[in-house]
């Protein structure tokens, strides 16, 4: 009586260790495999797209020559967007035509112009949304 005690004591103290190893295996990994917040270059890299070269006139006598890259935050928002380029442009177009070669000269013109980009690309997604909108080219004639 005593052994078979002995014997179902030790079972039920190694079916615990094995269960509490189990969980802290799971619970660790679990853990390793949950994203970060900050996405890689590559992830960066992988949700970002680039519009044409943009020639338009500006709101004065001056012509801009423009580029963007446009950061999105996942690969369908990123299929949307490319299949919407005709009215990315558009939006790009009818912002750069209401403003003058002089508001280019300005601290944070730029910034104010892709942050009002990203707002109104925003709006035109149904997938995701633009996280970040990056002047690559500027020229201004």
Known sequence: MVK???VF???IILLSILIIGIVALI???KLDNQPSG???IDEIVESTWQTEEITTNL???HIIRIQFKIQLDNKKA???IEKRDF???NIIINELSNMKA???NEKGSLTSLEDRLQQQINELLSDGEVTKVYTIQKIIQ
């Open 102 to 104: 002089e508001d280019f």
């Open 38 to 40: 900050e996405p890689t």
């Open 78 to 80: 990123k299929e949307e």
């Open 9 to 11: 004591t030790m079972v």
């Open 59 to 61: 709101n004065d006598s």
């Open 87 to 89: 009215q990315v442009n």
């Open 27 to 29: 619970v660790y990994f």
């Open 4 to 6: 078979n005690k002995m």
